[in-house]
């Protein structure tokens, strides 16, 4: 099925790792020109050769989602290097686990600062271009733990999750005039660094609150982005999408 997405513009944050860089990938097999964004400079760069291996177009660039001037600057050379974006896909994140009383205000301030303010600043950085061609789409990464109770104690995390559904509902009603679609993904758990990167015995437990009885692949992930960044998804806007092998239904 062709998606009509050839042509187009997109700028991936955290396209380092896991679902951002498949996202990185699966926008070029779709024909979309894209700029693997990531503050490991080193890792949006093997993104972007990823991409260019397979016949797509790619700009690799370093940015720090927390720090508001790399953020403009980043936005600013993504538009100059094909003259607009199209599409975002805020991707950048972290995960720390552990217990309400252990969670420092430093860990809880570097969570919000990545997941939650960084989204935030990115949207806020793309919107008047996106408004002035009255087009564009965005997809944020949220996922299972800010919509229901997580397995694992991160209290950090899935408040800033929660945070990202709430502006991606928010900023979808102030966008849908200017022609603005506005989404999100709640992945459950993916085989990811993040995931993978935990103890042993901490992934059996969330792979047993799995229906479908695994983890989702970062390509099942991206798929469902690539769906929603494109206009087979046009009256889809505030949305968060379940992507979670039935571990939670609404
Ligand atoms: N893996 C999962 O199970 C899962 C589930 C639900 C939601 N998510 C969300 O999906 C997104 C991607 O996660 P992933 O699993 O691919 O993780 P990942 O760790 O593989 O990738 C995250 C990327 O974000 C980058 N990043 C971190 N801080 C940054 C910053 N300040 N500025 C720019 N880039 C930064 C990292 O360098 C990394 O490449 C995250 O928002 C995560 O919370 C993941």
């Known amino acids: 099925m062709d998606l009509g997405l050839h042509g187009r513009v997109a700028l991936v944050t955290g396209a380092g790792g896991g679902i951002g860089q498949a996202t990185a990938r699966s926008l070029a097999g779709e024909g979309v020109a894209v700029v693997a964004a990531d503050i490991r400079a080193e ?64 860990s809880w301030d570097l969570v919000h600062d990545i997941n939650l303010r960084g989204t935030f600043a990115v949207c806020q950085a793309v919107l008047p271009g996106m408004i002035s061609r009255h087009r564009g789409s965005i997809v944020n990464l949220a996922s299972i733990s800010g919509r229901t109770k997580a397995t694992l104690a991160a209290p950090s995390y899935v408040a800033s999750k929660a945070g990202v559904i709430g502006l991606t509902m928010s900023l979808a009603m102030q966008s849908a005039p200017h022609g ?50 494109s206009d087979r998804s046009g009256s889809t806007t505030g949305e968060t999408l379940n992507i979670n092998g039935g571990a939670f239904m609404i």
């Open 43 to 106: 890792f949006a760069d093997a993104t972007a050769r990823m991409v260019r291996d397979m016949g797509g177009e790619a700009l690799a660039l370093p940015v720090d989602v927390t720090d508001e001037a790399s953020v403009r600057d980043a936005v600013a050379t993504a538009e100059g290097w094909r003259g607009l974006i199209d599409i975002v896909v805020n991707a950048a994140g972290i995960y720390r686990v552990g217990p309400f009383a252990e969670v420092t205000f430093a």
């Open 180 to 229: 603005v679609r506005v989404n999100a993904v709640a992945p459950g758990p993916t085989e990811t660094e993040m995931i993978l990167g935990l103890e042993p015995e901490m992934v059996e437990s969330l792979v047993r609150t799995i229906p479908i009885g695994r983890l989702a692949t970062t390509d099942e992930v991206a798929s469902a982005i690539v769906f929603l960044v």
